[in-house]
């Protein structure tokens, strides 16, 4: 049998093109970006002519982790006149040596993925002729699949997330589709529960069920939302304030033209046995319905729930500095301003989420260490949360090794306060907060491998990095057309 291509070159270990999640449409590949990645790639030439690897191999090894956020790093910095190797300290001999890429990438923390999704579409071969938003995307075609629809499913997302990750725990949460035919049910999420619970023997999927209290009369949810306690593993809530379009909310009810059901559905979840709620506050292409500006004073109106801000109010368009008063209306200092004005402190009842926030950020490492920076600060090395957003970005490994090597410049932390990222904090990032905010114990061991096996898979059976979400704003579009409400 003749050898694939992508057996020999699984692609760089970071992605650098686009993709969205279907919220928003994707960002531009700048000039700089493109040179990040030519720089990587000229760099992982040269480094494989000097060890005694295969292509494959190095390429799938933490030397080529190395190389890659190397380039990023070292390009920005040409690029601002700053000096090379302030985000991604990477010694030189790391893009040769495994071992010392390693040591720069720290130990392999636990991680818990609070932010997971799949698509459960209907692959009976009789649909398959039917009209899929993917079919004529290039990335919506997995290996040995011949239908586009099935690289989204249950199987697939679990390969991504614990076989091609470090990812040993994960929270399924809902998506802005509506909830008839929707491919990630309450049903569709149990099942991958129990699934898994039946491979491992453990709980290492909780589900974040979806909420949407002003679709219908609100007594009519609530009741919905007793049902699915009783009848699924729910571990917490799922909601949007800007979804589904026309019919927009807000969590402190302050507009009283909008459906007043914000504090009546934060009662409701604080008596639910699952008194969490994670709600989409940014990649919102401006929605005006998508500021995070209720968080504060519905957080502080009800210290029962503890609120998870997905994405913490970042969008995609805008860049990320300083708080400062003339910027506190745009991304995350959206969120800052809000907590900051309803005198919430570190520790309290609101976390931070970097969900699809660290996935574009990692290539824009000079915001990153501000939107990480400010994050820290206002809620406390225990109150931000680790999630990936994917399947849509594929495996989340390559955001895992950016976020383990990567650092918050010393002069910032002078300037700004903001504390340097030590290995303890990332590991709380990372996946010791999700659990405590859960109340779950942690599981570190991989599903059904040792960490050595799963090592080993990974060299011996290599597979591309690739991202699965739509790319371009006509993918986008096509994407929320089938999905008949994705905002």
Same mark, same amino acid.
């Given at each position: 049998?003749?050898?694939?291509?992508?057996?020999?070159?699984?692609?760089?270990?970071?992605?650098?093109?686009?993709?969205?999640?279907?919220?928003?449409?994707?960002?531009?590949?700048?000039?700089?970006?493109?040179?990040?990645?030519?720089?990587?790639?000229?760099?992982?030439?040269?480094?494989?002519?000097?060890?005694?690897?295969?292509?494959?191999?190095?390429?799938?090894?933490?030397s080529a982790v190395a190389v890659s956020l190397a380039a990023i790093d070292n390009t920005l910095a040409r690029a601002l006149g700053l000096q090379p190797g302030?985000?991604?300290?990477?010694?030189?001999?790391?893009?040769?040596?495994?071992?010392?890429?390693?040591?720069?990438?720290?130990?392999?923390?636990?991680?818990?993925?609070?932010?997971?999704?799949?698509?459960?579409?209907?692959?009976?071969?009789?649909?398959?002729?039917?009209?899929?938003?993917?079919?004529?995307?290039?990335?919506?075609?997995?290996?040995?699949?011949?239908?586009?629809?099935?690289?989204?499913?249950?199987?697939?997302?679990?390969?991504?997330?614990?076989?091609?990750?470090?990812?040993?725990? =994960? %929270?399924? @949460? !809902?998506? #802005?589709? *509506?909830?008839?035919?929707?491919? &990630? /049910?309450?049903?569709?999420?149990?099942?991958?529960?129990?699934?898994?619970?039946?491979?491992?023997?453990?709980?290492?999927?909780?589900?974040?069920?979806?909420?949407?209290?002003?679709?219908?009369?609100?007594?009519?949810?609530?009741?919905?939302?007793?049902?699915?306690?009783?009848?699924?593993?729910?571990?917490?809530?799922?909601?949007?304030?800007?979804?589904?379009?026309?019919?927009?909310?807000?969590?402190?009810?302050?507009?009283?033209?909008?459906?007043?059901?914000?504090?009546?559905?934060?009662?409701? =979840? %604080?008596? @639910? !046995?699952? #008194?969490? *709620?994670?709600?989409?506050?940014? &990649? /919102?292409?401006?929605?005006?319905?998508?500021?995070?500006?209720?968080?504060?004073?519905?957080?502080?109106?009800?210290?029962?729930?503890?609120?998870?801000?997905?994405?913490?109010?970042?969008?995609?368009?805008?860049?990320?500095?300083?708080?400062?008063?003339?910027?506190?209306?745009?991304?995350?200092?959206?969120?800052?301003?809000?907590?900051?004005?309803?005198?919430?402190?570190?520790?309290?009842?609101?976390?931070?989420?970097?969900?699809?926030?660290?996935?574009?950020?990692?290539?824009?490492?000079?915001?990153? %260490?501000?939107?990480?920076?400010?994050? *820290?600060?206002?809620?406390?090395?225990?109150?931000?949360?680790?999630?990936?957003?994917?399947?849509?970005?594929?495996?989340?490994?390559?955001?895992?090794?950016?976020?383990?090597?990567?650092?918050?410049?010393?002069?910032?932390?002078?300037?700004?306060?903001?504390?340097?990222?030590?290995?303890?904090?990332?590991?709380?990032?990372?996946?010791?907060?999700?659990?405590?905010?859960?109340?779950?114990?942690?599981?570190?061991?991989?599903?059904?491998?040792?960490?050595?096996?799963?090592?080993?898979?990974?060299?011996?059976?290599?597979?591309?990095?690739?991202?699965?979400?739509?790319?371009?704003?006509?993918?986008?579009?096509?994407?929320?057309?089938?999905?008949?409400?994705?905002?």
């Amino acid at each position: 049998m003749a050898t694939r291509w992508r057996d020999e070159d699984p692609g760089l270990p970071i992605a650098f093109g686009q993709c969205s999640n279907g919220e928003y449409e994707p960002e531009r590949v700048t000039p700089i970006r493109r040179e990040m990645e030519r720089t990587a790639r000229a760099d992982a030439d040269e480094a494989i002519s000097r060890t005694d690897l295969s292509r494959r191999e190095f390429l799938r090894s933490a030397s080529a982790v190395a190389v890659s956020l190397a380039a990023i790093d070292n390009t920005l910095a040409r690029a601002l006149g700053l000096q090379p190797g302030i985000w991604y300290p990477f010694d030189p001999v790391s893009r040769h040596e495994a071992e010392a890429a390693q040591e720069a990438l720290g130990p392999r923390e636990f991680v818990f993925d609070v932010q997971g999704h799949l698509l459960e579409y209907d692959l009976d071969p009789s649909t398959r002729g039917d009209w899929f938003w993917g079919t004529n995307f290039p990335q919506a075609r997995c290996e040995e699949e011949d239908d586009p629809r099935a690289c989204f499913a249950t199987n697939h997302f679990l390969e991504e997330i614990f076989i091609r990750s470090d990812t040993t725990m =994960v %929270a399924l @949460s !809902g998506l #802005p589709i *509506l909830p008839e035919g929707s491919p &990630l /049910s309450p049903e569709v999420m149990e099942d991958t529960v129990q699934m898994v619970k039946a491979l491992s023997g453990d709980d290492r999927i909780l589900v974040n069920a979806l909420a949407l209290p002003q679709v219908a009369p609100a007594q009519s949810v609530f009741q919905e939302m007793h049902r699915a306690v009783a009848e699924n593993t729910i571990s917490g809530w799922k909601t949007f304030t800007h979804f589904p379009t026309g019919i927009n909310w807000w969590l402190d009810d302050h507009d009283p033209n909008l459906p007043q059901v914000g504090n009546l559905f934060l009662d409701e =979840v %604080a008596r @639910s !046995g699952a #008194p969490v *709620l994670f709600v989409h506050k940014g &990649l /919102s292409d401006q929605s005006r319905y998508g500021s995070p500006e209720d968080i504060g004073p519905a957080a502080r109106a009800h210290p029962d729930v503890e609120f998870v801000v997905y994405h913490s109010g970042f969008e995609v368009a805008q860049r990320e500095g300083p708080f400062t008063a003339e910027t506190a209306h745009v991304g995350v200092n959206r969120l800052l301003d809000s907590v900051q004005k309803a005198g919430i402190g570190p520790g309290e009842n609101v976390y931070a989420e970097i969900g699809s926030t660290w996935w574009h950020l990692l290539r824009r490492p000079d915001e990153a %260490a501000h939107a990480l920076g400010k994050l *820290l600060v206002a809620f406390g090395e225990n109150n931000v949360l680790w999630g990936t957003d994917s399947i849509f970005y594929g495996s989340p490994q390559g955001q895992i090794d950016a976020l383990r090597a990567f650092q918050i410049p010393s002069d910032l932390r002078e300037q700004h306060g903001y504390p340097e990222l030590t290995r303890g904090i990332k590991a709380k990032i990372l996946g010791w907060n999700a659990a405590a905010l859960y109340g779950v114990d942690p599981i570190t061991s991989p599903v059904g491998f040792t960490a050595a096996d799963l090592e080993a898979a990974r060299i011996e059976h290599p597979v591309p990095t690739m991202t699965w979400g739509p790319s371009t704003n006509e993918e986008v579009r096509q994407f929320r057309l089938h999905h008949q409400g994705w905002p």
